[in-house]
């Protein structure tokens, strides 16, 4: 089964930057998808991010083009540079992975982001 790790968050000031990163157990190549969501408290969880296996992406309405999702096949791993971040990017923002036949979704266990004024 595949697990995934993340790594990157912290605290970090408005307008500063973060590069998260989701590595897997195997390798990514056949996934055929990857993405990061964001849970903030008291709110649903919501889609930050995705990139397929053809490196298709898209993004939230609120990244605004301050985000860039991107995956690195030989290195098995994902990742986030997130630009420009605002007090609402706060969260935990978690990766996950759509594999095999059935794309079973694999989700990791969260990097917390933490963004002050």
């Known amino acids: 089964q595949v697990q995934l790790v993340e790594s990157g968050g912290g605290p970090v000031q408005a307008g500063g930057s973060l590069r998260l990163s989701c590595s897997a157990s195997?390798?990514?190549?056949?996934?055929?998808?990857m993405g990061w969501y964001r849970q903030a408290p008291g709110k649903q969880r919501e889609l930050v991010a995705a990139?397929?296996?053809?490196?298709?992406?898209r993004y939230a309405d609120f990244v605004e083009g301050r985000f860039t999702i991107s995956r690195d096949n030989a290195a098995n791993t994902m990742t986030l540079q997130m630009n420009s971040l605002k007090p609402e990017d706060t969260g935990v923002y978690l990766c996950?992975?759509?594999?095999?036949?059935?794309?079973?979704?694999?989700w990791g266990q969260g990097t917390q982001v933490t963004i002050s004024l």
């Open positions: 996950f992975a759509d594999t095999g036949q059935w794309l079973r979704r694999t």
């Open positions: 990139i397929t296996s053809g490196d298709s992406t």
């Open positions: 195997g390798s990514i190549f056949s996934f055929a998808a």
